[in-house]
T-cell receptor, first 115, second 120 residues
């Protein structure tokens, strides 16, 4: 079974530029997550989708961050304009959510450096 | 809101030794799930072990075991016979069972992590 795929793996941009990250979850996984992990900290949930609907985006900085999962499969996270404090690893994860406590599987992450 | 606290930013042990990583959490719920994830330098989160709060028996997975103290809201990870490949960041995470009421609402809340180094 293929894992959660993310691209690009690494990106360096200047502040005020824009960037987009792509995620393809494990086949059949209805729930998709985007987490932000700043160096030295634990991951923080940015947005959570169930199929193509948003379940939780309470911690997404909506003035600069946006995410979509139009067909309920792959997803794109966009940052525009980027700030220095957005430098982090962006982790995508997915889960079946068919029963309680389903395991959440993570991709390898997209590393963003804003200079 | 639930919170997860890992009070040991870094730990270091010799290969083959046993090491215990600490985790405490805060919740008003009685049913939930707890996890330990390993994050090597590649940054991919890998599930190490999980515990269901309504099960009194501590979970074990080969060299990994937990000490789950529900009343104390403590969930420590013990790694026996540590190996060089165990070197990584370790994250404790909480998942509410109450979110089952909402389809697709289950999520993980992570602690700050413990950097574990196994020395040869």
């Amino acid at each position: 079974e293929a894992g959660v795929a993310q691209s690009p793996r690494y990106k360096i941009i200047e502040k005020r530029q824009s960037v987009a990250f792509w995620c393809n979850p494990i086949s059949g996984h209805a729930t998709l997550y985007w987490y932000q992990q700043i160096l030295g900290q634990g991951p923080k949930l940015l947005i959570q989708f169930q199929n193509n609907g948003v379940v939780d985006d309470s911690q997404l900085p909506k003035d600069r961050f946006s995410a979509e999962r139009l067909k309920g499969v792959d997803s794109t996270l966009k940052i525009q304009p980027a700030k220095l404090e957005d430098s982090a690893v962006y982790l995508c994860a997915s889960s079946r959510q068919e029963k309680a406590g389903n395991t959440i599987y993570f991709g390898e992450g997209s590393w963003l450096t804003v200079v | 809101a639930q919170t997860v606290t890992q009070s040991q930013p870094e730990m270091s042990v010799q290969e083959a030794e046993t090491v215990t990583l600490s985790c405490t959490y805060d919740t008003s719920e009685s049913n939930y799930y707890l996890f330990w994830y390993k994050q090597p330098p590649s940054r991919q989160m890998i599930l190490v072990i999980r515990q269901e709060a309504y099960k009194q028996q501590n979970a074990t997975e080969n060299r990994f075991s937990v000490n789950f103290q529900k009343a104390a809201k403590s969930f420590s990870l013990k790694i026996s016979d540590s190996q060089l490949g165990d070197t990584a960041m370790y994250f404790c995470a909480f998942m509410s069972r109450a979110t089952l009421l909402i389809q697709g609402a289950q999520k993980l809340v992570f602690g700050q992590g413990t950097r574990l180094t196994i020395n040869p």
